[in-house]
């Protein structure tokens, strides 16, 4: 059994070395074209953009509630997020007190509605094990933005947060 496994665990280390192999190489199909900057697209290199509605800014965290009330930890532990396009999605990236959150959106005038979600895993202690399930929470569903000024407003059925531009 042990023999077993260790034979599967070398089958998978040699087929990623195999799917990675190309991984450096420029990309020479026609159809793809080069960052504006002029510098060369290579295989798996998303082309990144700042043309978002919050641009490249980053926000942090001042306020929040939800159906408990005043969620106190926002402003002490406070989320931070930032925003891009990737190959014409927009991603948020939202780094809470021990992990962080990538959440690819669509927008629908007001409503940001999330179409794919990754959670980094860096293993949380204490309360920050909460505040991260608070967080995921928000981001499961469709979220209502505004922003004004220097001020997002992100709300849904699970809460409401405030995030100043810092």
């Not at 060369?40 to 700042?50: F, I, N, R």
């Not at 992990?99 to 980094?120: E, G, H, K």
Request: hydrophobic share 35%.
């Amino acid at each position: 059994m042990h023999r077993t496994r260790l034979r599967l665990v070398e089958g998978l280390f040699i087929a990623c070395a195999v799917l990675l192999t190309g991984c450096g190489q420029e990309v020479t199909d026609p159809a793809v074209s080069a960052p504006s900057d002029g510098q060369p697209v290579t295989a798996g290199q998303p082309v990144h953009s700042c043309e978002t509605p919050l641009g490249c800014s980053e926000f942090t965290s001042v306020h929040g509630t939800d159906a408990t009330g005043d969620v106190a930890w926002l402003g002490t532990y406070p989320l931070k997020l930032t925003s891009a396009k990737f190959d014409g999605v927009w991603t948020l990236f939202v780094y809470t007190p021990c992990n962080y959150l990538q959440v690819a959106v669509s927008r629908d005038d007001d409503v940001l509605t999330p179409r794919w979600r990754m959670v980094s895993d860096r293993g949380c202690e204490g309360p920050t094990f909460s505040y991260q399930e608070w967080t995921e929470k928000l981001f499961d569903q469709p979220v209502t933005w505004k922003l004004d000024g220097g001020v997002l407003t992100l709300s849904n059925s699970h809460a409401t947060i405030e995030l100043r531009e810092s």
